[in-house]
């Protein structure tokens, strides 16, 4: 069962997602910098942060490109994820692209991260491309795409 909160992120989070995104996304996780310029793009960006018990747990953000959203990150702290706490967050990301009338929302993943492809899949992402090499060490990204 979820037992999270959605919350929209603000500056105050980025000191809580950092050691989530640390752990979750090396070699290359994003720097708090990074985290700052994402929230101050307020105008196309839309990002939230999932809180349980007082605590960041999990954060996604969207970005509202002229004819298309994108699914700009997603992340589930390790103790807490396969509790529904991913799939909230993707369906919050998947309601900013309605209000933002965008009928196509995209997203690149790892071809070597199963548990997030099946995720992207449950909610009608499929498999539009291969970008080959496209992450440090060489690992492939698939590009998946979800109309309507
Ligand atoms: C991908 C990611 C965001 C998914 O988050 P999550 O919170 O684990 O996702 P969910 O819990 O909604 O779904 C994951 C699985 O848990 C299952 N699940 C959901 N609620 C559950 C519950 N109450 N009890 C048991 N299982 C449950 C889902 O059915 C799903 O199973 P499946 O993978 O076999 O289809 C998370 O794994 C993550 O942060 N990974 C590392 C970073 C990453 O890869 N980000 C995506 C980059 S593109």
């Known amino acids: 069962m979820v037992r999270a909160t ?12 950092l ?10 996780p994003w720097t ?11 105008a196309t ?16 953000g969207l970005c509202d490109y002229p004819d298309e959203a994108f699914v700009q990150t997603m992340a589930v702290a390790q103790g807490h994820q396969g509790r529904g706490i991913g799939a909230l967050l ?25 548990p997030a492809q099946r995720l992207y899949e449950r909610y009608g992402f499929t498999r539009q491309g291969l970008r080959r090499g496209y992450y440090p060490g060489g690992v492939d990204a698939w590009v998946m795409e979800r109309t309507g």
């Not at 959605?6 to 997602?17: P, T």
């Not at 708090?32 to 307020?42: D, I, R, V």
């Not at 009338?101 to 995209?106: D, H, I, K, P, T």
Request: aromatic share 10%; glycine share 4%; proline share 3%.
């Open 6 to 17: 959605l919350e929209r992120f603000r500056w105050w989070h980025v000191d809580d997602v």
């Open 19 to 28: 050691p989530i995104e640390r752990t979750l996304f090396q070699p290359e």
């Open 32 to 42: 708090a910098h990074h985290f700052w310029s994402e929230l101050g793009q307020t």
């Open 45 to 60: 960006r839309h990002y939230v942060v999932a809180v349980s018990e007082g605590t960041v747990v999990g954060y996604a």
């Open 90 to 114: 993707l369906e919050e990301l998947l309601a900013e692209a309605v209000r933002r009338r965008q009928s196509r929302v995209l997203l690149e993943v790892r071809a070597d991260n199963a």
